[in-house]
Nanobody
Framework: QVQLVESGGGLVQPGGSLRLSCAAS????????MGWFRQAPGKEREFVAAISRSGGSTYYADSVKGRFTISRDNAKNTVYLQMNSLKPEDTAVYYCAAVSGSYYYISPKLYDYWGQGTQVTVSS
């Protein structure tokens, strides 16, 4: 079992920044590729970004490319999502997820463990 706890969400004005954190416990963190997803009211959960076990490979949704950065610190068992130039359409509950093995995925169905989510609201 892997337990994931997100933090760092909140209310921010358009153009602002937030950094989300996801702290993992329970199993060897470096054995898992990690992903960030988000879900807005009335919409399906969508892929945001993912990172390989070592952190050497990352992948982003087109909607956040150039604005968001995913990173991880395996010594701290934590994955981060730095979000810059935020837009109102970024408003959603953000979830981190873990999948065992070397590869990350776009589909949320392929992830093994999920956090409880943290709300991000972008509004003036």
């Amino acid at each position: 079992q892997v337990q994931l706890v997100e933090s760092g969400g909140g209310l921010v004005q358009p153009g602002g920044s937030l950094r989300l954190s996801c702290a993992a416990s329970g199993r060897t963190f470096s054995n898992y590729a990690m992903g960030w997803f988000r879900q807005a009211p009335g919409k399906e959960r969508e892929f945001v970004a993912a990172i390989s076990r070592s952190g050497g490979s990352t992948y982003y949704a087109d909607s956040v490319k150039g604005r968001f950065t995913i990173s991880r610190d395996n010594a701290k068992n934590t994955v981060y999502l730095q979000m810059n130039s935020l837009k109102p359409e970024d408003t959603a509950v953000y979830y981190c997820a873990a999948v065992s093995g070397s590869y990350y995925y776009i589909s949320p169905k392929l992830y093994d463990y999920w956090g409880q989510g943290t709300q991000v609201t972008v509004s003036s």
